[in-house]
């Protein structure tokens, strides 16, 4: 059975920090990309960061330079390091996994709020 499962999130006031991470078992396939993606209430969901299995990240220009993406290939698992968080971070963060079979997984999602 595959679990993608992502803990870290919470509440913190603008100019803190969070690291949220997310841990994939049960998929056979070899793993290509892992990332975090957020949403807000009305809005679609957005690519935050990530990770390709070569070590290749991409981030969301809003977050670049305050929001770090690691990744450890043995432990499948996939972290991103929040700082200098603002109001406009507040989101339900979701980790997403992609297989090279080309199979999707998602987490259940994260809430991260900010507060001014």
């Known amino acids: 059975q595959v679990q993608v499962v992502e803990s870290g999130g919470g509440l913190v006031q603008a100019g803190g920090s969070l690291r949220l991470s997310c841990a994939a078992s049960g998929i056979m396939l070899s793993i290509k990309t892992m990332g975090w993606h957020r949403q807000v209430p009305g809005k679609q969901r957005e690519l935050v960061a990530a990770v390709v299995s070569g070590g290749t990240t991409n981030y969301a220009d809003s977050v670049k330079g305050r929001f770090t993406i690691s990744r450890d290939n043995a432990k499948n698992t996939v972290y991103l390091q929040m700082n200098s968080l603002k109001p406009d971070d507040t989101a339900v963060y979701y980790c997403?996994?992609?297989?090279?079979?080309?199979?999707?997984?998602w987490g259940q999602g994260t809430q991260v709020t900010v507060s001014s």
């Open positions: 997403n996994v992609a297989t090279w079979g080309y199979s999707d997984y």
